[in-house]
């Protein structure tokens, strides 16, 4: 059954401007209309639909030996019909009933191979039709390619293997079930673990419409405060769980190239069956009751084992219990085993963190976190690799004398990364980088890794074992110049290997050979759209040539443009400008503003220059560029820093600081030649959508404001959102403050809000938009309100994506696109 057309609702305030211009609507419009929704979705202008139909780039995925790449087509959008599918939402889980897979409607429609030494290209015969990929995978000798086949509509669920040599394709299993996970391969390269629909489960349970009784919960006052975001799809009852157990229930099976399958134990709840490097053991993760209605799936409880092949439990790691909440802070963790998986490199070493201070930030500790290894055959006690004085933030192995660990504390932005030898776990660790992590000037980069003969990520070092390498953004004055750096592992000291130069953007993507000087890069510049290179000691040779997606609008302008706010912040944003316009030989223009808020504990690294001038001009629908093409000129991603240095809290001030931000774009465009003060329109997604209603509601700097997705009323997220920590009732000043719903009375500006009626992001429910249209037409305010039938925090249909961009443009053009002479004055608005 397709969706409801969207539900529109509008209010205007009576004697605000009555536009008369052409094709201009009166303001005198009825408080909602139901000939709105009657019309169903809608098509934007014909400029506007060019770019949501805009061809996409394929997907490259390089094989293992480097030498290979398997190359993927997805269409650009779904249909509603598709993403309208049937789906379950339980414990934060999203699945597809029919194919027993978590929902998804994005798939791959082609597939071919690439060799990346003459570029050539490869047909596979057999593939599926019509081919609907989930996900591709690469075994670890890179022979063969598998394959999850998935219609959404029949509910088929299967798993194909290529054949790389005689590229050719056949299907070797069906019913599976991947709502928790996908096939994968391994160490041998002749199977894959996969999980099936058990053999005679039958239908998932029927949910009775009569009810058996009320939904009990129960707090016992401890006394202690715990964190509870505000999560989405939860359980409700006790049906709701047993439908959950009869979709996380799975049959754990080996799957060989030939199609053999071979069972792997019972069917359990399982939530991740792991291989280890030596291909004998499983790490297991199986769910357990009591369930929980307030929080997701990943809080449960569980019980942690190893398996051998034939499902027999050969070790039990840890029972952990459910957590309903946490300790106050970022910081805060679950006791117990954390972050469990396999040591790369090892046969088979389980390696976790566990927290030394009760997973409370709050409590004094010199130690907070342990990292742990334990090798099979799991005898004696775990052996401690590490002692971390924050929080265990990944590894990244490499060889027995050599590991990198990370540690991250969130309060203060520091990370420290350590080298540690596993095979010695006694040597004393030595430091590779201490920094902040909102510093990008000196983030070293990461550690270039690559699949091992068994499949499992390791560090790549120099043939002669005395470096690693690292790619990094490179972020710099000049904006951003991705790099490739050779380190030495003596002293940790680097050697530049690569470095983007302008006027391309140009960023390294793998290693081709063993001393860093042939790479797969990528390269992109203002015109030119990002196309896969090989280079070779400074020789440059094109392995595609995508062709530009939109090259109508081939000659918009980008200027990555540096002012300044009045507390001396530096600030970034980029301005594009429609093809054909001159600053200063033509009149300013309308601007679109799209912006998104961010937190900072330095006033220095919120001056850092984010982005780069030489990147692609890339179009995209979701941004606020296709309006360029409607005759806008776009400031997109503006510097919004909320800063809080030393002990204050950056959101103690966001209202102050919010507004010093926009009102410094403003003054720079307007400076600048580029647009007219009294047409600039602002707007966001998200975290965006609830910054411009505060600068609707706090200046007079927009002529309309545009809300995707948002959030206004912050004590409906009482226990934090975004970076903030604190809970409402231990700032409640701030929570208060911050939410645009206790100042609607202030918000005289038109407000557009949209958002998808299946939103399942923390913090934006889709009542958050609701109540606030309520509120905004309850008092006499100016908004209209569009909820998007079968749409999530992002919106994946083609109709819908639609309906958006015809919305934001006819909401453009009414209220900001003519100038304030063609319209008559509205009487005075209450000073803000």
């Avoid at 994968?184 to 009569?210: C, F, H, N, Y």
Wanted: aromatic letters at 8%; a neutral charge.
């Amino acid at each position: 059954m397709f969706p409801a057309t969207p539900v529109v609702r509008r209010v205007l305030l009576p004697g605000v401007l009555a536009l008369a211009c052409a094709g201009a609507v009166a303001a005198q419009q009825p408080a909602s209309s139901a000939s709105d929704a009657a019309a169903g979705y809608r098509l934007p202008a014909a400029e506007l639909q060019a770019i949501v139909d805009a061809p996409r780039a394929p997907q490259l995925m390089l094989g293992p030996r480097r030498d290979v790449a398997a190359m993927m087509q997805v269409p650009p959008l779904p249909s509603i019909a598709l993403v309208a599918q049937p789906e379950l939402r339980l414990a934060g889980v999203r699945l597809n009933p029919r194919a027993y897979a978590a929902s998804r409607f994005s798939f791959g429609s082609d597939l071919w191979l690439m060799d990346v030494a003459t570029g050539r290209e490869s047909r596979i015969d057999g593939l599926p039709r019509p081919l609907s990929l989930a996900g591709a995978l690469w075994s670890p000798d890179q022979k063969y390619l598998a394959l999850n086949q998935q219609d959404p509509v029949t509910g088929a669920n299967e798993l194909w293997i290529v054949d790389v040599a005689s590229r050719k394709a056949r299907r070797v299993a069906t019913g599976l079930n991947t709502v928790l996970g996908a096939p994968r391969w391994m160490p041998d390269s002749r199977r894959l673990l996969v999980s099936l629909r058990p053999a005679g489960q039958g239908e998932a349970p029927k949910i009775d419409a009569t009810p058996t009784g009320p939904a009990v919960q129960e707090t016992q006052g401890s006394g202690n405060v715990r964190q509870l975001r505000t999560y989405q799809d939860m359980l409700r009852n006790e049906q709701d769980a047993r439908v959950l157990d009869h979709y996380l229930t799975v049959q754990p099976a080996l799957v060989s190239v030939d199609g053999k399958v071979v069972h792997v134990g019972a069917p359990a709840r399982y939530l991740g069956l792991a291989p280890s490097p030596d291909g004998r053991h499983l790490l297991s993760q199986v769910v357990e009751r009591p369930y929980s209605y307030v929080v997701p799936l990943n809080f449960f409880p569980r019980r942690i084992e190893v398996l051998d092949l034939a499902g027999r439990r050969l070790h039990s790691v840890a029972a952990l219990p459910l957590f309903e909440g946490l300790p106050s802070g970022n910081d805060a963790v679950p006791t117990g085993v954390r972050r469990i998986d396999w040591r790369s490199g090892a046969p088979a070493t389980l390696v976790w963190a566990e927290a030394q201070d009760g997973g409370d930030p709050s409590r004094a500790a010199e130690i907070r976190d342990v990292v742990y290894q334990h090798a099979a055959p799991f005898t004696g006690k775990p052996v401690e690799l590490a002692k971390l004085a924050t929080r265990f933030a990944g590894a990244t192995w490499g060889r027995g004398d050599v590991a990198l660990v990370n540690e991250f504390w969130w309060k203060t932005r520091r990370v420290k990364q350590w080298q540690v030898a596993p095979d010695a776990p006694a040597t004393a660790p030595r430091l590779v980088f201490e920094g902040s992590s909102e510093d990008r000037y000196a983030d070293p980069g990461n550690a270039v890794v690559e699949r091992d003969a068994k499949g499992f990520p390791r560090m790549k070092f120099s043939a002669d074992g005395s470096a690693f390498f690292r790619i990094g953004d490179g972020a710099s004055p000049e904006g951003d110049r991705p790099f490739l750096d050779r380190v030495s592992l003596s002293d940790f000291s680097s050697q530049r290997l690569f470095h983007s130069q302008a006027p391309h953007y140009a960023a390294p993507v793998a290693l081709l050979d063993d001393a860093g000087t042939k790479l797969l890069i990528t390269r992109e510049s203002p015109t030119e759209p990002t196309n896969y290179y090989v280079h070779d000691a400074g020789s440059l040779r094109a392995l595609t040539a995508f062709p530009h997606p939109t090259p109508q609008l081939k000659e918009v302008r980008k200027e990555q443009i540096r002012y300044r706010r009045k507390d001396g912040v530096e600030l970034t944003g980029t301005l594009y400008l429609p093809p054909g316009f001159e600053p200063g030989r033509d009149a300013p223009l309308p601007l679109l503003m799209w912006a998104y808020p961010a937190e900072f504990k330095s006033a220095a690294a919120a001056s850092q220059v984010t982005d780069s001038p030489y990147r692609f001009n890339f179009i995209s629908y979701w941004g606020p560029h296709p309006f360029l093409a409607r005759g806008f000129a776009v400031l997109d991603d503006p510097s919004m820093p909320i800063v809080g240095e030393g002990d204050r809290e950056p959101n103690d001030t966001y209202v102050e600081q919010l507004t010093a931000s926009a009102q410094a774009a403003v003054d720079e465009v307007v400076r600048r030649g580029v647009a007219d003060r009294d047409r600039i329109a602002v707007g966001g997604h998200s975290y965006g959508a609830f910054m411009t209603a505060n600068l609707l509601a706090h200046t007079d700097l927009f002529r309309a404001g545009i809300a995707r997705s948002g959030a206004y009323n912050r004590t409906l997220t009482p226990f934090g959102f975004q970076a903030e920590e604190r809970n409402y009732w231990d700032a409640r000043e701030t929570y208060m403050t911050m939410s645009p719903f206790n100042y609607v009375t202030q918000l005289k500006e038109p407000l557009l809000m949209i958002h998808g009626e299946d939103d399942n992001n923390s913090g934006t429910f889709p009542i958050q938009s609701e109540r606030m249209f309520a509120a905004l037409k309850g008092v006499g305010g100016t908004a209209r309100l569009v909820m998007l039938p079968k749409e999530s925090h992002g919106y994946r249909a083609r109709e819908s994506i639609m309906t958006m961009l015809a919305e934001t443009d006819d909401w453009l053009t009414r209220w900001v696109k003519p100038s304030p002479q063609a319209a008559v004055p509205a009487p005075a608005a209450p000073g803000k």
